[in-house]
């Protein structure tokens, strides 16, 4: 066993690795990280992810009903720390896995993975307190400012089980934790609709291939809401008035703490909202934008939907602006006191003919209370399974007892 897969079964196990060891796994991913562009590419089938903010036991349920890695791939899109009580365990594991295993596990940065912010939102103080010295925070924040800023799916099939012709029409479907089915959403044949615009059908499986996302260089997309054999576009936070194409996001200079305000603040703290334009922010950074930008967005860069995270989404996951973003909410019981499900969004390959899901755990028998209320609306983009879980259970983590054990003086 080699010493990373020794530090992957430690930190599974909820237990910090030595500073010596932290200090060589962030070198060793940061030599990683340098190399990849502001924006990933990554190829369908993935699993993307939201917020996690430190909730470890809670990442170990996302494990569980996601499927382990490297059987499953991921994309998680940023803020690992802060808040939980377990950020550090949190962090390095994910890192430890994109090191172990760097094609499948994709990370991008969120708001919360700054300087800045760790210093008041926990994660600075648990490393203080988890090692007796900000050595450990340091290391970890010279990762940061080499995440990626965002990334770029391709791949994606229109269908959610390739093979199977009576799930050919489903285009969301919401599964709990169990891998039961809670719901289903059947596609709406654009050309089929009232409306004028011009959509190919989404899953003609002749479908021109889109040309480089983000290069604006395929001619395959004629509709107003984006091109439903587009890439998908993951960004922590949303767009930027100062980025109309996902080649202006590849031109950032990102390796540095997230700036207060310009491009890659707002990709980091971002919202769609229900206004029209661009609207300020109540966070004090980042900017609000409506629908009228995703879409122009969207289509000016052949993109099928932005995936995002950010925002606590009671139901785990919420599309809005006829599905052309989709917020995602990983941290079930956000704060171990909001009462909010969680959920990740699996997106298939684009091949026909195999049943292509592997899931390592079929751990089923949980109890599951996740109901999920249907939006309607007219549908595009890849098919979409959302898998909503809770947060583990009680037995499962060792919460902090009431008084914090002073380890320090240990
Ligand atoms: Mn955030």
Redesign the pocket.
């Known amino acids: 066993m080699s010493d990373l897969d020794k530090a992957i079964a430690q930190l599974r196990s909820c237990r910090p690795i030595p500073e010596d060891q932290v200090r060589e796994l962030c070198h060793r991913a940061r030599e990683l990280l340098i190399e990849e562009g502001n924006v990933v590419t990554v190829t369908a089938p993935v699993t993307i992810c939201g917020?996690i903010h430190g909730q470890f036991h809670d990442l170990m349920e996302l494990f569980r009903v996601g499927g382990d890695v490297p059987d499953t791939n991921y994309l998680f899109m940023?803020?690992f720390v802060d808040r939980g009580f377990y950020s550090l365990e949190s962090f390095l594991l994910l890192l430890c896995l994109k090191v172990r295993y760097p094609d499948r596990m994709t990370l991008i940065r969120?708001?919360?993975e700054s300087r800045q912010i760790t210093t008041v939102y926990g994660f600075y103080d648990e490393c203080l307190r988890k090692y007796g010295s900000a050595n450990v925070w340091r290391y970890c924040c010279d990762v940061f400012d080499y995440l990626a800023l965002g990334a770029i799916v391709l791949g994606a099939s229109s269908t959610l089980s390739p093979g199977m012709p009576e799930d050919d029409d489903t285009e969301i479907e919401v599964c709990d934790q169990a891998g039961s089915i809670i719901s289903r959403f059947p596609r709406q044949r654009a050309n089929q609709s009232a409306s004028q615009e011009k959509l190919e059908a989404p899953n003609k499986s002749t479908a021109d291939k889109t040309g480089p996302p983000g290069s604006g260089a395929s001619g395959s997309s004629s509709g107003s809401v984006g091109n439903p054999t587009g890439a998908i576009l993951c960004v922590?936070?949303g767009l930027s008035p100062l980025v109309d194409t996902v080649d202006k996001i590849r031109l950032i200079d990102r390796k540095q703490e997230v700036p207060h305000e310009g491009a890659m603040c707002d990709l980091l703290w971002s919202d769609p909202d229900e206004i029209d334009g661009w609207g300020l922010s109540p966070r004090g950074a980042g900017f609000l934008f409506g629908a009228d930008i995703v879409k122009v967005f969207n289509h000016r860069n052949d993109l099928s939907l932005i995936a995002r995270?950010?925002q606590l989404v009671m139901e785990g996951f919420k599309e809005m602006f006829d599905a052309s973003i989709v917020t995602v909410w990983s941290a079930p019981n956000y704060c171990y006191r909001c009462g909010n499900v969680a959920a990740v969004l699996e997106l298939t390959e684009d091949e026909s003919g195999t049943g292509i899901f592997q899931r390592t755990n079929g751990d089923v028998g949980r109890s599951s209370g996740a109901v999920i209320e249907s939006r309607g609306g007219p549908k595009n983009g890849p098919a979409r399974r959302y898998r909503v879980f809770q947060a583990a259970p009680q037995d499962s983590r060792g919460m902090p007892a009431k008084k914090p054990v002073a380890d320090y003086f240990l």
């Open positions: 917020d940023g803020d969120g708001n919360h922590h936070g995270a950010h």
